[in-house]
């Protein structure tokens, strides 16, 4: 495997289920990155995890629970969501330099559809 | 408020119809500006990072420019595989936060053949 990777592509749950997502990097990056993305909305952030600390956007609802137990790995637990949830989720990784600017590199994302 | 835009929202090209996307920012203490072709149902590809005004970056037919409140992406002699939407982000050192990304809502470019 290479770049970085999400698992599954497509996820169809109910409002009451629990499920999970999951990401993986081959590149050596040391930080992790959860985006939600919406039709015709700016990518937004939900979750970093940079040099294995946990930045978080305080706008982000609590049935959203990210893990990282390693820096290359990274899952977004979800449960009790709502239809307005339903997007593309999406991952990326990242080499943090300091104060120098980083690429980001994303995995083809999960689809996820909430009935 | 620190924001990215993105024009036009749509474009459509002929085949060889050359043209250029616009990224403007209002971001104080920006660190980069970067730019991704993201294909349907698939995530972002990277493909430039500009760190200051003035500088420019080219890869096959496109070509990426910088000043000090937006950015072009040129595109020379489009072929229909350029077809994509191009996003737009923007890093920026922000106090008592740190780094934050700022994206645009994007291109969505179609090349005729």
């Known amino acids: 495997e290479t770049g970085v990777t999400q698992t599954p592509r497509h996820l169809v749950m109910g409002m009451t289920n629990k499920k999970s997502l999951k990401c993986e990097q081959h590149?050596?990056?040391?930080?992790m990155y959860w985006y939600k993305q919406s039709a015709k909305k700016p990518l937004e952030l939900m979750f970093v995890?940079?040099?294995?600390?946990?930045?978080e956007n305080n706008s982000v609802p609590s049935r959203f629970s990210p893990e990282c137990p390693n820096s290359s790995h990274l899952f977004l637990h979800l449960h009790t969501l709502q239809p307005e949830d339903s997007a593309l989720y999406l991952c990326?990784?990242?080499?943090?330099?300091?104060?120098?600017?980083?690429?980001?590199?994303f995995g083809p994302g999960t689809r996820l559809t909430v009935t | 408020e620190d924001q990215v835009t993105q024009s036009p929202e749509a474009l459509r090209l002929q085949e060889g119809e050359s043209s250029s996307l616009n990224c403007s920012y209002t971001?104080?203490?920006?660190?980069?500006l970067f730019w991704y072709r993201q294909d349907p149902g698939k995530g972002p590809e990277f493909l430039f990072t500009?760190?200051?005004a003035g500088e420019e970056k080219e890869k096959e037919r496109l070509k990426a420019t910088l000043t000090k409140k937006e950015s072009f992406l040129h595109i020379t002699a489009p072929k229909p595989e350029d077809s994509a939407t191009y996003l737009c982000?923007?890093?920026?050192?922000?106090?008592?936060?740190?780094?934050?990304?700022?994206f645009g809502t994007g291109t969505s470019l179609t090349v005729i053949p």
């Open positions: 990326a990784s990242s080499r943090v330099r300091g104060a120098e600017p980083y690429e980001q590199y």
């Open positions: 590149l050596g990056h040391n930080a």
């Open positions: 995890y940079s040099l294995e600390e946990r930045v």
């Open positions: 971001v104080s203490g920006l660190r980069g």
């Open positions: 500009l760190y200051s």
């Open positions: 982000a923007v890093q920026a050192l922000v106090r008592n936060t740190g780094n934050q990304f700022y």
